[in-house]
């Protein structure tokens, strides 16, 4: 699994104070954002979970979980 920003840039811009977005993506069959949501945020609050959805379509293209 490949996480962005690699760990050195991140390093960087966290000693200076700057704010960041770490991200990966995922396909996954088995986990949905929900379950995926209830597993890592429960412990963490305040902690969000946002989904895209296209045209009204039941599934969305993108899920963000802010921690």
Do not use: H, N
Request: charged content about 20%; overall charge positive; proline content about 7%.
């Amino acid at each position: 699994m490949q996480i962005e920003p690699q760990a050195p840039a991140f390093a960087k811009r966290y000693a200076r104070g700057e704010a960041q977005v770490v991200w990966t993506t995922l396909v996954s069959d088995l986990e949905t954002p929900v379950s995926a949501f209830l597993k890592i945020a429960t412990a963490r609050p305040p902690c969000f979970l946002l989904e895209s959805v296209e045209g009204g379509a039941v599934r969305g293209r993108y899920s963000i979980i802010g921690l």
